[in-house]
């Protein structure tokens, strides 16, 4: 029996004359779970393409259970026991759960080809039982959550007889306590014979499942190491080529003036009585659990939830905000989460990305300066250094971190004073991370007042200068910098208003 389940020697594949993947190699031991850590852009995506079949390699050699294979298509992966799980779940929205994870290998009548659908909701009903799933094969997909949804994905794999499972960014959309769901899930496939691959930005998750991790960088083979082998640091130089000594490099700043104050801000069902200050050169971190309405109240004060009661002062007038131009003609700009279905236009030029918010800047009578527009779109891509061939490239053929710094450069061309971030560094790699924080620490010393909504305590905790923590749509504590510590502000997000956990 082979030492591997899967191994790939020599792997190249370029596109259009540049490397994807150089010389990659990369072995999976059966039962374990097996790390694949790189920045974007490092080839990790290809890599996984090319095992799952929907690319050829141009060079190089696959192997599965010691014998050469070639993977010409997903077919043949799905053949050879191979099956992939993706960030953005891929399903059928209107059919049910057992339809989904029986599409295209329906169990049908032996000479009528007839499907047995008792048969096909019982065996359904089993692989989410054995996945500890609770929630019927008869429902909808997409009644379910994202994380349920993974679970039907994890089922469907399950029900190919899948050996090798690779797992794309499983826990990018997911709680705490879902990612924790996961986990166990995981581990349970790994016990039962499994062996997986596991591509994560989230160094916190390697450390938790894996046993081994490989990194690429560059389309190149870095090394392979026991996880108990490597350090953080280590591993961070390996992916990025350099020590990361300040991830987050906040700037000491002299509070300006008070620039914002949103005094008992509600809206029926979401949030209610909100309150705090913002000041120019301040970040504000806005925390708390999924669920506490740290975004709802954010877009109230960008126009696009208006507030059923409260006010909103801007440098000390009150003003009156319905709409998304209002905030920004007011100096109001906003970050949302989901940059690629929010934040941009994929199937744009970066240069009509970067200038859409203020195309009136770029116009005269009807008429676009298009010179004046690519000049304002090349300097702000070199200001944030963002990594394009130009600026005529595809927002859709960047990395998720130089999507997020288009983003940033679509917000500097209008004239803002307080810049909301909703959870700016969100799915993007260590090295991106890096640089991002220092954009945001680099608008604070320029004066802007940011509010940064974030998940992450290392960053709510390592880049603000005062923290708001939120629960169940109410405002629970605000620290200063120096007083604000990771056990107080769980506490703050955990408790219930009789100080009992939340179940």
């Known amino acids: ?108 009548q032996k000479y009528s080809n007839k499907i047995l659908w008792n048969e096909m909701h019982s065996e359904a009903e089993k692989l989410l039982e054995s996945l500890g799933a609770k929630f019927d094969p008869r429902s909808q997909m997409g009644s379910l959550s994202i994380a349920q949804q993974q679970i039907v994905e994890i089922a469907k794999a399950l029900s190919t007889n899948a050996k090798i499972i690779i797992m794309d960014e499983p826990t990018a959309a997911l709680t705490k306590r879902e990612c924790e769901e996961l986990y166990r899930i995981t581990e349970q496939l790994r ?50 080529g350099r020590e990361i000594t300040q991830l987050f490099p906040k700037k000491q700043v002299e509070k300006g003036p008070e620039i914002l104050r949103v005094e008992g801000l509600t809206k029926a069902g979401l949030f209610a009585d909100v309150s705090f200050t913002l000041h120019r050169g301040e970040i504000l971190g806005l925390t708390g659990l999924v669920g506490a309405g740290r975004t709802e109240v954010c877009q109230s004060i960008f126009g696009l ?75 702000l891509a070199q200001k944030l250094n963002i990594k394009a061939k130009n600026v005529f490239a595809l927002a859709s053929n960047l990395s998720g971190g130089n999507q997020q710094k288009v983003v940033f450069a679509k917000l500097l061309t209008l004239d803002l004073k307080v810049i909301i971030l909703d959870e700016p560094t969100k799915g993007v790699d260590v090295g991106a991370k890096s640089s991002i924080h220092e954009i945001i620490s680099d608008l604070a010393q320029q004066g802007y007042g940011i509010i940064m909504i974030s998940s992450e305590m290392p960053e709510i905790l390592g880049m603000s200068d005062r923290i708001v923590v939120m629960r169940e749509g109410r405002v629970t504590a605000i620290f200063d910098r120096k007083d604000a510590t990771q056990e107080a502000i769980l506490e703050a997000a955990m408790v219930n208003k009789d100080n009992t956990p939340i179940q």
């Open 305 to 379: 939830l208006p507030p059923d009661k409260g006010k909103i002062y801007l440098e000390g007038k009150e003003v009156k905000i319905d709409s998304p131009w209002k905030a920004m003609e007011l100096g109001i700009g906003y970050l949302p989460e989901d940059r690629q279905k929010q934040g941009l236009i994929l199937q744009w030029e970066i240069s009509k990305n970067i200038t859409l918010p203020a195309l009136e800047r770029f116009s005269k009578r009807g008429w676009l300066n298009v010179k004046k527009e690519i000049k304002t779109a090349r300097e």
């Open 1 to 108: 029996m082979a030492e591997h389940i899967l191994e790939l020697r020599g792997i190249s594949k370029a596109f259009s004359g540049v490397k994807a993947l150089d010389n990659v190699q990369f072995q999976l031991r059966r039962g374990e779970i097996h790390a694949l850590m790189g920045e974007n852009g490092a080839g990790k995506s290809t890599l996984v393409k090319i095992i799952t079949g929907v690319h050829l390699p141009d060079e190089g050699e696959i192997y599965v259970e010691g014998q050469r294979v070639h993977i010409r298509n997903p077919n043949d992966a799905k053949k050879l026991g191979i099956a992939a799980i993706y960030q953005h779940v891929t399903c059928y929205p209107d059919l049910t759960v057992t339809e989904n994870i029986f599409m295209g290998h329906e169990i049908t």
């Open 191 to 240: 016990d039962n014979g499994a062996s997986i691959i596991l591509i994560s930005h989230r160094i916190e998750d390697m450390y938790r499942l894996a046993d081994r991790v490989t990194v690429l960088r560059d389309a190149k083979y870095i090394g392979t190491w026991d996880i108990n082998e490597i350090s953080r640091e280590k591993l961070i130089f390996a992916m990025v």
